[in-house]
């Protein structure tokens, strides 16, 4: 458990490892056994007095911690020390606040009794260090992540602290305060728990973190925290009332654990202490181990420290050298021993240009001692305002310059050679060498190159004096792409390097040209190609949206930022999901992650009909076609996004006009349909026979009118999605047997029989009764319809796959497969004639599988031409319903 893996631990460090966990168990188990032994002890309690005392304590040894731990927050910024300080600092002002409020001083002026705000200043102060404790688990990861930019500013922190114990304060004084007490039940105070898990979750993480093997502030930090989980979750939540035993334990574990936190501060500042003199001790003997000789100056100017070998490089000075001593003082002896060629003749002139020098570090010195050695001298300017300088001796060195000259001949031919352009030039400018490629690309003879100035072949001359500014100041220009101009006016490009060199006794610069005009021209070809592309995306109709495998927004264009009401920059960047309402905006990111590891998506390849959030917070129908598209080695997501806001506003007052005309339809037709049954019922006397037959055709198609109706109104219901479905836990085989007997009448009058053929047992789903039974009766109705007379139609329920299945089949002449691939379309019949004959209107099927689909189900059929139909509806199976145990039995 550590989320701080390192090199593998020395067999010593495993063993402390093993010895702090062993400790942590014990001190675990330890106070729990000292929980079971308190309660054997009786009801003993403590007072008032000896609970002020233990607060006196817990706040002096929070007050300390919380200092120390800023201290030490101060020394070296840590967010876990930061977080630490403060939840102590914060605690300590709470727990004296807590023993103000539970001394009872100021009873009188408390809205509540007493033992309220004293109870709930107890549990404010435990919740506010323990929620920064384990919060500084979390600032700690957020750092290691982040690096400096993780820290958290103190001063938020800060006035975020003293803010929540401010208002705690203030709210325990004005505002009435509930009991803090449960009659009854195992924890008569379970709010004590919420600090005990926050305590529990900064062990966890300090434990994740791995530190504690190795620091012993961390170590006992752990030990604090267990403390903390134990005295809230074993003993305070447990106590009855104050005073309780249980609840003077808690106190004298909280003081125990304030105790742990201040023994591991104080050996962490021990071994601080430790390191810095350690660190001390390294940097002499580094400074000491130095090759080169090494003087340390301070912000006045004076020596530090020096090693030997600066010493020795200064064998007539070594009276003068010393810690304490001056620089000016130490170049004024050496000008006046007449140790440097420089100096002799021009004294005072030197040491003023020696000491600018000193003061201004710049590039290296070298310098001339009289016995002929030569020196490199480098100073630099250290943070603090001091200066460290190094001494090298190049006497060699400058020894081999004679063969380097010889060697120079040989580089010059080389330098013509090269395929790349060559230059060699003054800082102001004047050409010393040109190999023929820089020629060539400059477009220009070596004649007038050397009699025009360098700034003449750039574009924009304020370059050249920019670069060889930086190059003169850091010795090297990197490659930089450069706009140059030649002789007669031609524009061509160029990346330019240069480095400093001496050259023909004297400082230049060489440079190197790679001329890169062909690809700038393929860039802006490319450019101009790209502009032409988001041109016409941008006049697309739709909105394009493009994002990466996180869900940041790459690319959006004119009409998808439209659409959501931002403007384009203001997407970039940002996650797609603020585009999405909620549930789909908290889940998204989890669902695109999915997508990448598995690629199984429900949304990716297909087009959808979803909701979107405009800036305004609105939602608003929108179709939407995601693919995912390679980019090079990346992957990115590309969506089409149309607003179908109008469209569906359409839909709305189509579907509002068929349900009003239905619904006008529904009644004078039901009236015509019970003024004609009263009609052929005798109501006004005997109806001759050639007019019976009339009045019965009429009948018939107002009733096959009204069902017309009616389905219409079911399809427009499920469309708009105003159908209300009660889901409920039903038995299958128990519904079909009532839907057979509901349709009984409706067999008899086509001549066949249903009958409930050989089924599972308990086969329970979950579903609307009365929409399911609607669903059962199209089928048995179709089936009706289509089997000869005399034929059965059989039924029967199953259980296959985790789904609960309805099959209805028929001996009917089947269905032509011309017509299998629409029969669950809207007015859809196989064959009119038929359909004639024995009614319907072709909107059973439809609304069957939409209903199914709204209880996520499905609906099929298999069929033979000839031979008959099987129709299945499927269903997930219900949960088992729990079993009761004896003493929950009704």
Known sequence: ????????????????????????????????????????????????DFHTDMEVISTALALIVGMMALTRFYSRKDNTFLFVGVGFLGAAFLDGYHAFVTSGVAAPYFLSHVSSPAMWSWMTSRLFLSGALAFSVLAWHREKRLGDAGTYGERAVYLGAAAFVLATVCFFAFVPLPTTYRTGGVLPRPQELVPAMLFLAAAVGYLRKGHWREDVFEHWLVLSLIAGVVGQAVFMARAQDMFHHEYIVAHVLKVAGYGFALIGLLGNSVMIYREAERSQRRLHDAIAGIQEGFALFDADDRMVICNSEYLRLHPNLRDVIKPGVRFEEIARTSIARKQLVEAIGREEAFLRERLWLHRNPGGPILREHIDGTFYLINEARLPDGGIAVTQTEITELKEAEKALRAREALTRRMLEASPVGVLIATREGRHLFANERALEIQGTTREELFAANARQFYADPTVRDRLKEELYKTGYTPPTPVEMVKPNGEVYFVILSSTLIEFQNQRAHLTYLYDISELKRTEQALRQNQERTRAIVNNIIDGIVTIDTKGDILSVNRKAAEIFGYAETELIGRNVNILMPEPHRSGHDRYLANYVVTGSGSIIGKTREVEGVRRNGRRFPMEIAVNEVPFGNERMFVGIVRDITERKEVERLKGEFVSTVSHELRTPLTSIRGSLGLLTGGAVGKVPEEARAMI?????????????????????????????????????????????????????????????????????????????TQVLA????????????????????SRRNGLGRVSVADRGPGIPREFQGKIFGRFTQADASDSRKVGGTGLGLNISKTIMEKHGGAIRFDTEPGRGTTFHFELPLAEEKPALAEGDAP
């Open 1 to 48: 458990m550590d989320d701080n893996p390192e090199r593998p631990a020395s067999a010593p460090e495993r063993a402390k490892a093993a010895h702090r966990t062993t400790a942590y168990w014990l001190t675990t188990v330890g106070l729990v056994a000292f929980f079971v032994l308190a309660g054997l002890g009786g009801g003993w309690a403590g007072d008032a």
């Open 778 to 797: 199209n089928l048995l109705s179709n089936a009706a319809k289509f089997s000869p007379k005399g034929e059965k139609v059989e039924i029967t329920v």
């Open 696 to 772: 019965e055709m009429a009948e018939k198609n107002a009733t096959r009118l009204i069902s017309l109706v009616n389905d219409i109104l079911d399809m427009e219901k499920l469309e708009s999605g105003s159908m209300e479905f009660r889901f409920e836990r039903l038995d299958l085989a128990r519904l079909v047997r009532h839907g057979i007997s509901a349709n009984d009448g409706y067999a008899r009058e086509f001549g066949v029989a249903f009958v409930l053929g050989k089924s599972d047992k308990n086969v329970f789903v979950t579903g609307d009764h009365d929409r399911l």
